[in-house]
C-alpha cells in the first residue's frame, strides 16, 4: 500500500504560467482533499470531492480547479500562477461509509509538494 | 464559522520529561472530532490522536494524552516521557461531525523542540 501520493515534490513556476498537481491514493478511498499550507500557519482547505465527478470549493479555492474522473485520481490545476500561490499543498483521502454521517474517519495526507512561485 | 487557536508558537521540553501543548477552539455544534496531528522536518502529516465530543473519557495513545474541556472549548495534549523524535510542528484541527465536506479546520501549530 502506498497510501497518498504526489508529484511533483518540488516545483519553481514563473508568474502566469500553469500546472497541474497530482494526487493518487490506492486505498479506495471516497473523499479526497486539496489543502495549502503557507509558512507559519495550519492547512486551508482548498478543493474538496466525495466521490468520482463530485468536486466542491473549500476555504481557498481561487486560482485553481480539480476533478474527479476516477476514485484514485484527485489533480489540482493552477492556472495563470500567482506569488500568492507559494505554498506547501498537501493532498488528503479518507473514506466515509455511503448513508453514514459522522465518524472520526482519519483523513491520509500525502508527502506534499513545495511551490514556488516567481 | 469554526476557528481553531493554538496560542503556543513554540515550546521545548527536556527529554524524559512532560510538556503540555494547549489548543482551543470555537464552535456552535454540538457534536464534532478533535485531533492532533504532528509534522515532522519531512512535512508528512501524522495522524496522533482524536477525540470525540461526545464521549467524556479522554483519549490516551501511549505516550500521548489529551484534556478534554468541552464547556471551556479547550483541547490539550500531553506527551509524557519526552523523546528526542517527538520533536516537530503540532497541529490542533476541528471537524464538524455531520454534513459538508468533512474538512479538517487547523490551527496556526506549536513548534516543539526536545533537548537531549
Known amino acids: 500500500n502506498a497510501g497518498v501520493t504526489q508529484t511533483p515534490k518540488f516545483r519553481i513556476l514563473k508568474i502566469g504560467q500553469s500546472m497541474t498537481l497530482q494526487c493518487t491514493q490506492d486505498m479506495n478511498h471516497n473523499y479526497m482533499y486539496w489543502y495549502r499550507q503557507d509558512p507559519g500557519m495550519g492547512l486551508k482547505l482548498i478543493y474538496y470531492?466525495?466521490?468520482?465527478?463530485?468536486?466542491d470549493k473549500g476555504e481557498v479555492p481561487n486560482g485553481y480547479n480539480v476533478s474527479r474522473s476516477t476514485t484514485e485520481d484527485f489533480p489540482l490545476r493552477l492556472e495563470l500562477a500567482a506569488p500568492s500561490q507559494t505554498s506547501v499543498y498537501f493532498c488528503?483521502?479518507?473514506?466515509?461509509?455511503?448513508?453514514?454521517?459522522?465518524?472520526?474517519?482519519?483523513?491520509?495526507f500525502g508527502p506534499g509538494t513545495r511551490l514556488t512561485v516567481t | 464559522a469554526q476557528t481553531v487557536t493554538q496560542s503556543q508558537p513554540e515550546m521545548s521540553v527536556q527529554e524524559a520529561e512532560t510538556v503540555t501543548l494547549s489548543c482551543t477552539y470555537d464552535?456552535?455544534?454540538?457534536?464534532?472530532?478533535l485531533f492532533w496531528y504532528k509534522q515532522p522536518p519531512s512535512r508528512q502529516m501524522i495522524l496522533v490522536i482524536r477525540?470525540?465530543?461526545?464521549?467524556?473519557q479522554n483519549a490516551t495513545e501511549n505516550r500521548f494524552s489529551v484534556n478534554f474541556q468541552k464547556a471551556a472549548k479547550s483541547f490539550s495534549l500531553k506527551i509524557s516521557d519526552s523523546q528526542l523524535g517527538d520533536a516537530a510542528m503540532y497541529f490542533c484541527a476541528y471537524r464538524r461531525a455531520k454534513g459538508g465536506s468533512e474538512k479538517l479546520v487547523f490551527g496556526k501549530g506549536t513548534k516543539l523542540t526536545v533537548n537531549p
Open positions: 477525540q470525540e465530543a461526545y464521549k467524556q
Open positions: 464552535t456552535s455544534e454540538s457534536d464534532y472530532y
Open positions: 488528503a483521502s479518507s473514506y466515509r461509509p455511503e448513508g453514514l454521517a459522522g465518524g472520526s474517519y482519519e483523513q491520509y
Open positions: 470531492s466525495v466521490g468520482a465527478g463530485i468536486t
